[in-house]
């Protein structure tokens, strides 16, 4: 018998489906798949070279548990230009993305604690809130809003056992940007109530319309705020599996000593690699991103040719998230399109309870594969 704390949590709905993909791929089932957040382009090639070299120099051992000291300084660097958060490699854990929120949420959270977040929001927040024992209070983000948090509702929903806030713009499955006004109200609301915030921007240089703002680069918020990202989007980096935690030194120590019982230590030469993807050429992430926004048009107008189905035009990430008027549930919607249309998408209820009527496209696919996918959704749907 498994322990009861994983008892209560379901496995990964995004990754489920991924998993459910690749088997009917391999059984030659023919399968446009919309449903793993992961861009279809190949890693830069000055990123792949500089991996290789590391390799053949030998490159394979372990490495200081917080990272190598030039890609923590080749992270404050950019984070400072980029978002203005105000750090330097003493704030800086190397570490996969998804790694820094479980162990952001192990080092912070107390069984009983509550942890506030927006419904929908990505799947494993609520998991890792949950493995650590805490209660996870969603806050519903309205369509007709775009999906932005609301500070009062979030203020609403705090108490005294309130530890956290977790955000994520821009947002998967949305596409939200928390403009800049709102994520100052958080702020100002986090800071008053003494409560952390952990801010995820794995998306913060997938922007097409505002900017992206990092919370912690509010005056007195960078000692209350545990802010996390990676190259997997944004670089086309997703299976290199590298990330990182930017806090206070303090907190990184703490964070640092579950690195140090758990991986030890991110792969060493994807930390290599990691430095060149940070300070080689940009213009392959430019180019990804101005091909992901021509790819957000195409869907968008694909999705509002289908009776039925209304969409916001996502400010950033690449994912659309249409609302449906069909009386199905989303689980069933993303089970008919998979098993009669042979498109695999994620339904809505993944994300939270409030996402029931949705479902998540993620357009990160190329142009040819998102045509034929949006053909057959529409073929089914206009069945139903
Ligand atoms: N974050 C991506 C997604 O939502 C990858 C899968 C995962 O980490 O959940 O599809």
Redesign the pocket.
């Known amino acids: 018998m498994v322990s009861k704390r994983l008892q209560e949590i379901p496995a990964?709905g995004?990754?489920a489906i991924s998993n459910l993909v690749s088997q009917m791929k391999s059984e030659g089932v023919d399968i446009v798949s919309f449903s793993?957040?992961?861009p279809d382009f190949t890693t830069p090639d000055n990123i792949i070279e500089a991996c290789c070299d590391s390799l053949r120099s030998g490159y394979t051992h372990y490495t200081p548990s917080l990272g190598i000291p030039e890609l923590r300084k080749a992270v404050a660097d950019v984070s400072r230009k980029e978002s203005g958060i105000p750090c330097d490699q003493s704030n800086v854990l190397i570490t996969p993305c998804?790694q820094a929120i479980f162990l952001t949420a192990l080092a912070y959270i107390d069984p009983g604690d509550e942890v506030i977040l927006s419904d929908p929001s990505?799947?494993?927040y609520e998991a890792c809130i949950r493995l650590a024992g805490g209660v996870p209070v969603y806050v519903p983000t309205y369509f007709e809003d775009k999906f932005v948090l609301d500070p009062a509702k979030v203020e609403a929903a705090i108490t005294p056992r309130t530890r956290m806030i977790i955000l994520n713009t821009p947002s998967?499955p949305t596409g939200c940007v928390i403009p800049r006004a709102v994520l100052k109200q958080i702020a100002d609301i986090a800071m008053t109530h003494g409560i952390k915030v952990l801010a995820d921007e794995i998306y913060s240089a997938i922007v097409y319309e505002g900017e992206h703002v990092s919370i912690s680069a509010f005056p007195g918020m960078f000692e209350n705020t545990i802010t996390v990202s990676g190259l997997s989007k944004s670089y086309a980096m997703t299976g290199w599996r590298l990330g990182w935690a930017i806090a206070p030194a303090e907190d990184i120590k703490a964070i640092n000593k579950l690195q140090s019982h758990s991986i030890s230590c991110a792969v060493s030469f994807v930390q290599k690699a990691a430095v060149e993807a940070l300070t080689g050429q940009q213009q392959s992430r430019a180019d990804m991103i101005k091909e992901f926004r021509r790819r957000r048009d195409i869907v968008m107008d694909l999705v509002e040719e289908i009776r039925g189905f209304e969409c916001n035009v996502p400010d950033g990430a690449f994912y659309v998230f249409p609302k449906y008027n069909r009386d199905i549930p989303s689980a069933k919607l993303a089970e008919i399109l998979l098993r009669e249309g042979h498109v695999a998408v994620t339904p809505g209820t993944a994300f939270g309870p409030h996402g029931e009527g949705f479902f998540r496209i993620?357009y990160a696919a190329s142009e040819e594969q998102i045509r034929e996918g949006m053909a057959r959704i529409k073929k089914v749907v206009s069945g139903l």
Request: no cysteine; proline share 0%.
């Open positions: 990964s995004t990754i793993m957040g992961e998804k990505w799947v494993s998967n993620s």
